[in-house]
């Protein structure tokens, strides 16, 4: 099992800047790669970025490249989500997820993600 506790969210306004984090812990030597996935009100659950656990290649939703940055610290077993030029669009509750397995182009399936945290709500008022 792996265990994942987001923090970081909270209410901006547009144009500002917000950092997620996500610490991991139980068994982090199975994770392969962490997602950072959103969910508005009303909406399906969406991709927002994702990073292998080794290598660090990162993988971005359209909607955020150029804006958004997803990191890790492997030693901490954490990954960060920094979130600029932020949008009312962007308003939603931010997931972190953890896959176990390789998954190739499927990085932006929220089915390739065995385990998710409980959630912080971004809050981007205009």
């Known amino acids: 099992q792996v265990q994942l506790v987001e923090s970081g969210g909270g209410l901006v306004q547009a144009g500002d800047s917000l950092r997620l984090s996500c610490a991991a812990s139980?068994?982090?030597?199975?994770?392969?790669?962490m997602g950072w996935f959103r969910q508005a009100p009303g909406k399906e659950r969406e991709f927002v970025a994702a990073i292998r656990w080794t290598g660090g290649c990162v993988h971005y939703a359209d909607s955020v490249k150029g804006r958004f940055t997803i990191s890790r610290d492997n030693a901490k077993n954490t990954v960060a989500l920094q979130m600029n030029s932020l949008k009312p669009e962007d308003t939603a509750v931010y997931y972190c997820?953890?896959?176990?397995?390789?998954?190739?182009?499927?990085?932006?399936?929220?089915?390739?993600?065995?385990?998710w945290g409980q959630g912080a709500q971004v809050t981007v008022s205009s």
């Open positions: 997820a953890a896959a176990t397995g390789y998954y190739g182009g499927s990085y932006g399936h929220t089915a390739t993600y065995d385990y």
């Open positions: 139980g068994r982090t030597g199975s994770i392969y790669a």
